[in-house]
């Protein structure tokens, strides 16, 4: 498992809110994000004519579309291109592998992985790196992020910190972080393998351990973000 310092995630209208598409800035970070050098062919690579990217311009006002594009084609997040410095944007564009990102949902409780269809409860998105993806061959895994709020696994995993579940990875893995069914209750505990049995184990001392002789994984914690 992964440990990240800080995961940081905003609402759709939270971003909205600190979103500003006017100025050339950000007409010129949509330049370098699509390999144009000048009016014209940015109006190509858009699919617009060039009298609309100089009315862009003059009304100090860039489309969000335009912005959309940009994400697309060059794979990055959109926090991500808005905030890099222009040095910065150009290194990752010439390594573009290293700064594409999945957008993975974050949901309220671990009971709403329950729900196979688990959307409506979605509250926001985090912006992963593919490029970490790989190393843990999770990149296209379906991922899901929540924020820890029973102490079971205290020390390791306090309550309020953000772990990121792969319900793709189920196989069995000693002494990992998992996500199981018990009779349609969801925990999250340390599982470990026994002769002929499984050890369901809980970080906190205040907890006591049980075991089973059969589990149901519903999904594998890959990461964990603590809080300090």
């Known amino acids: 498992m992964f440990r990240v310092n800080s995961l940081i995630s905003l609402s759709y209208q939270e971003f909205g809110q600190k979103l500003d ?11 370098m994000a699509l390999g144009a050098e000048t009016d014209k062919e940015l109006a190509q690579k858009l699919g617009i004519s060039e009298q609309a990217v100089n ?3 003059r009304n100090g006002k860039i489309p969000d579309r335009w912005l959309m594009y940009a994400v697309c084609h060059s794979g990055f997040a959109l926090p991500l291109l808005l905030s890099l410095t222009d040095r910065e944007l150009g290194d990752a564009l ?3 592998s290293r700064f594409s990102f999945k957008l993975v949902p974050i949901i309220r409780s671990l009971q709403e992985l329950r729900d196979i269809d688990y959307e409506e409860h979605i509250t926001s998105y985090l912006a992963l790196q593919k490029y970490a993806l790989r190393k843990f061959d999770a990149e296209k895994d379906e991922l899901v992020g929540l ?3 029973e102490p079971a696994l205290e020390p390791i995993i306090k309550p309020g910190d953000m772990v990121i579940v792969s319900l793709t990875q189920r196989q069995f893995i000693q002494g990992g972080f998992f996500v199981i069914d018990l009779e349609g209750t969801l925990l999250l505990c340390r599982l ?3 002769p002929g049995k499984f050890r ?3 970080d906190n001392p205040q907890i006591k351990d ?3 002789e059969e589990i149901n994984i519903r999904g594998r914690v890959l990461w964990f973000s603590q809080v300090f």
Do not use: C, H, P
Request: hydrophobic share 45%; net charge positive; glycine share 4%.
């Open 21 to 31: 598409t006017s100025g050339l800035q950000i007409y010129k970070r949509i330049m």
């Open 55 to 57: 009315n862009a311009k």
């Open 94 to 96: 010439t390594e573009q």
């Open 147 to 149: 924020a820890v709020v």
């Open 192 to 194: 470990n393998k026994l």
């Open 200 to 202: 369901v184990s809980f």
């Open 210 to 212: 049980f075991e089973l």
